[in-house]
């Protein structure tokens, strides 16, 4: 069982930046791939970034590549989001998500614990 609490979001300016955590309980952090998801109301829930547990392989999604970076401390059980020069379509939801002893991908289906979000607000 892998309990997630994000933290981090809130209000910045268009070209600002955050970094969002996400805290995993549970001994086996260190097995799973990690990903962030994002999503506004009445769209589907969107990927953003995916690292594996041994942070050697990450992957953007291409909204957001070049200006997010996906790291993990796995010492520490978390998993960051640098999100640098803010766009007000960045606006929505973020989620933290594990895969335990997973392949690395974009779809939400092949995560098995899920976070309760942390709201991100780009003003423009």
């Known amino acids: 069982q892998v309990q997630l609490v994000e933290s981090g979001g809130g209000l910045v300016q268009a070209g600002g930046s955050l970094r969002l955590s996400c805290s995993a309980s549970?001994?086996?952090?260190?097995?799973?791939?990690m990903a962030w998801f994002r999503q506004v109301p009445g769209k589907d829930r969107e990927f953003v970034a995916t690292?594996?547990?041994?942070?050697?392989?990450?992957s953007y999604a291409d909204s957001v590549k070049g200006r997010f970076t996906i790291s993990r401390d796995n010492a520490k059980n978390t998993v960051y989001l640098q999100m640098n020069s803010l766009k007000p379509e960045d606006t929505a939801v973020y989620y933290c998500t594990a895969g335990v002893r997973r392949v690395p991908t974009g779809a939400p289906r092949d995560y098995d614990y899920w976070g309760q979000g942390t709201q991100v607000t780009v003003s423009s």
């Open positions: 690292i594996m547990w041994s942070s050697s392989w990450t």
């Open positions: 549970g001994r086996i952090f260190s097995s799973c791939t």
